[in-house]
């Protein structure tokens, strides 16, 4: 748009058909002010940052876009603008100021403005734009030389506060330095007579120490001499227990022969099942079972252990599920082969004082199967197992029933829990 055909009443026109140089100003007003304006559109908050420079030469067509755009922000960057000292007559930048403030009688303002742009030569204006870029260079460079005074005031600053530092740190190291000179001079007083000393000290060191090797030396001597005597003397007494043995061995076997004495027959189990039925129940005292296999294979490896069995109470702890008859063949199947294994005296004591005709089974080698007779209960029979084994001998008795457990402890057994026996009979 040429100065002849630009309007002369009315609104002041839109950016874009303002003349050449005068939508430059504008542009080079609002990047001058843009990182002051209270709210920057988004596509110019990047710009704002720039040097002011750079922010009319990179910022030049989204600026012009949001000055034309947006009304709010044209408003922000005028009271920005107005604040700026107006140092400069010509016309270009009264036309500028014109359309960005906008103040009363703003458009008589801007047509004189824009009138005098229009009878400048094509050279006025390139020089009036050439006076523009100048004066942003200069704010630019005035803008930098600000900063850098800022910056090299601030390292001024830190120097100033370094060196005090320093030269604190030398006053505390020279007294420093002093106190130790000090304390130096007046070891060095002493230390004659601290050498004299330590000398003394070291030389009755020494004949402590060889004193003490003299009595170690004597002390090993003798330790040695003891050694050899407690040896010999035991030697003397090994051959005379040993002679002493085979002498009590020998009568022993000479006193058998002589009494004619036979061996011994029969286990004292072998004799309960004949009175079982005629035996009192003794009354409980407390007593706990134990539940670890290994426990109670640690007992079982006692020397002639007699393993006593509640024999429902373990099968039916086992396989609950089976029948009576499938769970005794289970039952002595297993402990048939704990008795091949350990050598160990089994006892099973079946529960049968109902009456009726006893259960045909198959007894393993090595077990002794018993059902209790009629009137009688299992528990009574294991009792009574318990009682007549002599006191001393390792009896083992199986059962969950903690009233048979407390008895058989207070008779002198062990008793072990039923899962502790199913446990290790399925090892």
Known sequence: MSAETAPRTGALPPLRDLPEAVRGRVVALTARVLPDVARVPPAL??????APARR???GRSGISAALEADEEFRDHVAVQVAAIPDDDSGPVERAARAWLVRPEGALDAFEAALDEVASLSAADVATTAQVDALTERLVALQQAERDERARHKAALQKLKDDNAD?????????TAERGARERADRLADHSSAALDAAAAAAAAAEADARRLRAQVEELRATLQRGRSEGRAERDGASVRARLLLDTVLEATAGLQRELALPSAEGRPADRVEIAEAEQGVRSPVAGLAVTSPA?????????????VVDGYNVSMTAWASSSLELQRTRLLSALATLVARTRIEVTVVFDAHAGG????????????????????IADDVI?????????????VVATSDQQVARDVVAAGARAVAAEALVGLLRR
Not at 45 to 50: E, I, L, N
Not at 166 to 174: A, N, S, V
Not at 299 to 305: D, I, M, N, S
Request: net charge positive; glycine share 8%; hydrophobic share 40%.
């Open 166 to 174: 320093l030269r604190r740190k030398l006053g505390e190291t020279r």
């Open 295 to 307: 426990l109670l294979e640690q007992y079982l490896a006692l020397p002639r252990a007699h393993l």
């Open 357 to 376: 005709p006893r259960p045909v089974v198959s007894t393993p080698r090595g077990v002794r199967v018993v059902f209790s007779p009629e009137g009688v």
């Open 383 to 395: 009792r009574e197992y318990v009682a007549a084994e002599p006191a001393g001998r390792v009896v």
């Open 45 to 50: 908050r990047k710009v704002a940052g720039f």
């Open 56 to 58: 009319a030469r990179h």
